[in-house]
């Protein structure tokens, strides 16, 4: 089974008065998502059922995924994947992913890095490298499981095939 771990793409914070749940994408974070679907497309990344955040920006980012993907995916918008940490989003996984091939949990950080990390148990060397680094918004973590349910998602248990942000995405199209 694979894990996709998509963070939302860049906000705006022009709107002082917003509460942060409301922020919408600013266009650097229109621009990097439409990147991130056109990507996840072309190498055949395709969620059948994506978990996704109430946050205004992560509903915005999954509006401009969905015309990419050629297949319906089952979206649930889940308010408790606002503002949480790691431990809560395996739960959330445990509990909402059944038996979906594909599952993309559409998200936040710190949540969304401690998550990755948590779950990566072997990884390629850069991919690694990279995510340790930083988990920037619009990044897209790739992780592949040996398991038949989502119920049976145990920290350590991963491979983190892929770690993709925006501007590798960029600089390999030149």
């Known amino acids: 089974m694979r894990l996709l771990l ?12 917003l509460a942060d749940i409301d922020r919408p994408l600013n266009g650097r974070g229109k621009t990097a998502a439409t990147t991130m679907a056109r990507y996840l497309k072309d ?41 949480q940490s790691e431990d809560d989003y395996l739960g959330i996984i445990r509990r909402h992913g059944g038996r979906a091939q594909n599952l ?18 072997t990884s390629s060397s850069q991919a690694m490298t990279n995510l340790e680094e ?11 499981f040996d398991i038949a349910d989502w119920s049976e998602l145990h ?9 993709t942000r925006p501007k590798d995405v960029r600089d390999a199209a030149g």
């Not at 920290?155 to 770690?163: A, Q, S, V």
């Open 6 to 17: 998509l963070r939302h793409a860049k906000s705006s914070w022009g709107d002082p008065d």
């Open 43 to 83: 190498n055949a990344l395709l969620p059948n059922q994506i978990l996704c955040s109430t946050a205004l920006r992560t509903r915005e980012t999954l509006a401009r995924l969905l015309p990419f993907l050629p297949q319906e995916a089952h979206v649930q918008l889940i308010s408790d994947l606002y503002q």
């Open 104 to 121: 993309m949990v559409l998200g936040h950080n710190p949540a969304m890095e401690d998550t990755a990390l948590a779950l990566s148990g």
């Open 134 to 144: 930083k988990y920037p918004t619009g990044a897209l973590a790739v992780i592949d």
């Open 155 to 163: 920290p350590g248990t991963g491979h983190l095939e892929r770690f």
